[in-house]
Each structure stands twice: as structure tokens, then as C-alpha cells.
């Protein structure tokens, strides 16, 4: 039964995300730019008139999302005031209850992505550790563990980089995402991967420790300046037979792009290496391999500003982008994030890409001090 308390507390909760999200604000905005939009020459500057309708597209989702919210919450005032009067029932206002509280606590999970970059699309990179096969045979799972993630989400994986292992599994492999508030909730995927089980590669049964590397960078579009120096830059060109399957390309020229990056901060030099084997056009993997470079400096500026926050921020509790993150142990059937705490018994559904309640624990510990 649904209680006086419980509509209180979503109607709270309402209200709180009405501030947070400055709807008046947001909606005076929405006007004004929808009505700049419709004024003669507007895409005369395609590239200014596409920022300002990511702008007015921006503002829409948010005003959508709490009218939505709003209206639930005051469907279930509706209903708790139907079912005393017995116009209603107690299962219709258990179910206008249940949907006030999954579309509310789906706006306050998308209130934790309001960031620039959590709006952009991914770029997620997988690297076997040390290990030989067994890092590799691991490193495969978590490809075809994010592959079904982005299935279920609806969204375009185009695997730029694909390397087979020496005996199983892969090496690494880059995948390409692309779809609404990506990075928002993959950003939480990045660091080490542990896994531990009896190996099938071992002849003795033994319990073995593997673990594999994510790295998950924002992927930048033409909307998102980055400044690139020419000179910094050469290329490579090699021949690669592809990773074949059934959403990769079979590839005969592939590209590695090398940039010398100099830390703004501390001066060191350092490499960045991209390798493009995405098409049979040498030109196209250049065009891409850039896309790449552009989003590794972006994502390195963000984590830049990120450290120096953190030191004006002492208080906050500091998150370690390259810390092991989770650990997947088979044999006693438990999947534990070591940063929220958060775990499950469900291991073959998180394999299968069931990520939701790992992502939605980081959020809701981390995106707010983000923010």
C-alpha cells in the first residue's frame, strides 16, 4: 500500500530536481533558441547553427523529463485520492507508483551526466594483461560483455582496432560508440578488470588471477575544439588481414598515427600510438585515426582540469582512473565493484552486458562531486 509519506517524499524529490536541472531557466532558453532557429540564413553557418540545435535539443530533453516526472507523481496523488473515495484500486496506484519512481529515479540518474563530454559518444580500448592466454581468453569476454551492452542500448560499435591472441581471445581491441550520453556511462568502465577462476587453459584445474585493462576516452565531434600540432605527427602504413567476424571489416591497409604529446604541466614527452584498420581506405583510417587522436587529447585535458580540482577540492573523495575497479570471481559466483561497494551473484548477467546497476552505483557515489 502506498503511502501519505512515500508521495511526499517523490513530490521532494521532484522539486529537488526542478532546481537542480534551473527548468524556468532552461525552458525562457528553449523559446528564445527555437525561435532564432526558424530566422533567414540560419544554416548559412552549418557548423554554428549545429551547436545551437545540440543546444535547444539539450534543453528539450531535460524540460521533457521532468514534465514527465511531474505528471506521474501527480498520478499517483490522483489515484491515492481515487482509491479512498473506491473509485481506483490498490494495484492501479501501486503501478502509477512504480512508474513515478523509475521515471524519477531515471532523470536523477541522468541529472549525475550533465557534463560536456557525458553527452558524447566512446571510444573504449581493451588490453590483456600479463598472463599469456588466459589474459587474452579474458580480454575476449569483456569485448563480447560490452558488444552485448551496447546492443541492448541500442548503440553503433564500429571496432577500429582489432588484434587475435596468440593461442585464444585478443590481444586488444578498439571499439568506437557512438549514441546519446555514451561516455556518461561507460567513464565509469575504466581501469583493471580482475577475473578469477579454474582456467580452462590450465592442464592442473588451478584457480588462477587475470586481469585486462579498459581504457575509456570521450570520442570527440566537429563540435569539440582541440588544438593538434602538425608537426607533431607521423604515420606509418602496414598491411593487416583484419580480425574477420561478423562486425569487422576485412581490411588490407591499416595506419598507425604517432603524436608527441608534451604535458602542459610538467613538460615530459611522451607517444601517443593509434592504430586504424577500420577500412580498406587508407585515406578513411587516417580521417579516423585523428577522430581517435582528438579524443585521447580531449579526454587528457578533462583529467587534467579533473587533478587540479581535486587538489583545490581536498575533501572530495578522489577517483583513481587507472586503480583495479572490479573483480569477477566465477567460482564463488560474485561480481564486486571495489570503489561503491555494489555487487552481485548474477555473474552470467553481467557477462551477458547486464552493467546498469554497476554504472547507476557509480553515478550516484561519484556523479554529484563531479558535477
Known sequence: MVTPE????LTQRQASL???????????????????SQAPGFWDDAKKAEAHMKKVKENKKWID????????????QIAFDFLKDEIATEEELDAAYANAVDLTEKLELANMLRREEDQLG??????????GTESQDWASMLY??????????????????????????IKTVTMQIEGDTVYGYLKSESGVHRLVRVSPFNAQG????????????????????VKIDPSKISWDLFRSGGAGGQNVNKVETGVRLRYQFKDPDTGVEEEILIENTETRSQQDNRENAMRLLRSQLYDR???????QQAKLEAGKKKIEWGSQI???????RRVKDHRTNYQTSNVQAVMDGDLDAFIKAYLMEFGGAEI
Open 301 to 307: 585535458e578533462l583529467k587534467r582540469r579533473m587533478a
Open 65 to 76: 523529463g521532468h514534465k514527465a516526472v511531474k505528471a506521474a507523481i501527480e498520478e499517483v
Open 18 to 36: 526542478e532546481k537542480f536541472l534551473d527548468i524556468e531557466r532552461r525552458t525562457m532558453e528553449l523559446a528564445d533558441d527555437e525561435l532564432r
Open 326 to 332: 572490479r573483480s569477477y570471481v566465477f567460482d564463488d
Open 206 to 225: 588451478k584457480r588462477m588471477t587475470s586481469f585486462t585493462s579498459v581504457f575509456v576516452t570521450p570520442l570527440v565531434d566537429d563540435t569539440i575544439e
Open 122 to 131: 566512446a571510444v573504449l580500448k581493451i588490453v590483456a594483461g600479463a598472463g
Open 144 to 169: 563480447r560483455m560490452y558488444t552485448r551492452y551496447c546492443e541492448a542500448k541500442g548503440y553503433k560499435v564500429t571496432i577500429t582496432n582489432y588484434q587475435d591472441g596468440d593461442e585464444a581471445g
Open 6 to 9: 512515500q508521495i511526499k517524499d
